[in-house]
């Protein structure tokens, strides 16, 4: 139980005013709001439904080139974070369009994302010289300061949902971005070498990490549906999280990003998850099937392809109309390895 803030008696008052332009601030007025007994985030659980979104970016793809917005995306903006291009406090989330033939110009940042692909074909992503092309439900990596653009070879718009540390890199004031000055990285590996050498359950013998980040900056849908599919013949479903499975890299058996956790959920039809809350806010993403999420008194009706977030410690659960995959992401990782991530798996 919180205790009452000191009263403001005329005295103290006078000593903030006196003491205001030396930069000092009292802490016992403060304290309260800086360190509350539980979470406490101005983050909205809300619902972005893809088939309402799709028109604004497929008109977006006729006023402005991908060359010349350098990343045509239409950002998930948290409507608790007006203005702030955020979709959790510390997290970036938008969708990004590409049309045949366009090339997005190849640059670097400090900050990690990723790419998890909504619709299309025949677009691709090339990091660090190599290129993956990419189809609906496969998760992408673009590690901190690597080289990369992305184009499209196929017919129809490839759209996919991006995922950034921007909000974490900024409160750090380490933010750095480089264009590369030409459209496109050389290409200087095959498609597929990454997957080869990492991605096998091998690695080259002598093969030292160089970064925190996963070798493997390809995890195809295909690989992660088989091996959601093979599982649920054990049945043993998890009551929060029904089969859920992390993403990790093959080096370390971490999470495959360092700043994002990145999951793939199974939920059979007609499944409830028991109420579960976490400090991690997350975004989810409906690959197939349909269903709903309640977190507190909210309801967010979900189908494939919408995404929509759960913010820190809301208690919530998921239900599954039919058999329904998840996508999802959040600063897990960070919090972890800070020892303060926490979770609560009771009804309460």
């Avoid at 497929?58 to 974070?81: C, D, F, H, M, S």
């Avoid at 480089?178 to 080869?196: F, K, M, N, Q, W």
């Avoid at 070798?215 to 088989?226: H, L, N, Q, T, V």
Wanted: glycine residues 8%; negative net charge; contains cysteine.
């Amino acid at each position: 139980m919180e205790a009452e803030a000191p009263a403001r008696t005329p005295e103290r008052e006078d000593l903030y005013r006196r003491m205001a332009p030396a930069h000092l601030t009292p802490l016992w007025e403060v304290l309260r709001a800086l360190i509350t007994p539980e979470p406490r985030s101005p983050v909205q659980a809300t619902l972005w439904r893809y088939g309402e979104v799709r028109p604004f970016l497929l008109e977006a793809g006729k006023v402005i080139t991908a060359k010349e917005a350098e990343r045509r995306v239409l950002i998930l903006e948290n409507p608790g974070l007006p203005g702030q291009s955020r979709i959790t406090t510390s997290l970036y989330a938008g969708l990004q369009l590409i049309l045949p033939g366009e090339v997005a110009p190849a640059h670097r940042h400090a900050q990690s994302a990723l790419r998890f692909i909504i619709e299309g074909s025949k677009g691709y992503t090339a990091v660090d010289g190599e290129r993956v092309y990419m189809s609906p439900g496969d998760f992408i990596i673009t590690p901190s300061w690597t080289w990369h653009d992305h184009g499209h070879e196929g017919d129809g718009p490839m759209v996919w949902l991006d995922g950034l540390d921007i909000p974490l890199v900024q409160s750090l004031d380490a933010s750095f971005i480089e264009g590369y000055g030409h459209d496109a990285h050389p290409v200087t590996r095959p498609a597929g070498d990454t997957l080869a050498r990492y991605g096998a359950n091998m690695l080259p013998v002598d093969w030292k990490p160089s970064r925190p980040t996963s070798p493997i900056f390809s995890y195809p849908y295909a690989r992660s549906r088989e091996a959601l599919e093979q599982m649920r013949k054990t049945a043993e479903w998890d009551p929060c999280h029904g089969l859920k499975m992390r993403f990790v890299s093959p080096a370390t058996g971490d999470h495959a990003m360092p700043t994002m956790g990145t999951f793939m959920q199974l939920l059979p039809k007609g499944f409830t998850t028991a109420g579960y809350r976490s400090t991690d806010a997350t975004i989810f993403t409906a690959v197939e099937g349909r269903g709903r999420t309640r977190i507190g008194e909210t309801v967010l009706d979900w189908g494939p392809r919408d995404v929509f977030v759960v913010p820190s410690w809301a208690r919530h659960t998921h239900e599954a109309d039919e058999d329904a995959v998840l996508f999802s992401f959040s600063d897990r990782p960070v919090q972890e390895k800070l020892g303060l991530f926490r979770d609560d798996r009771g009804n309460r």
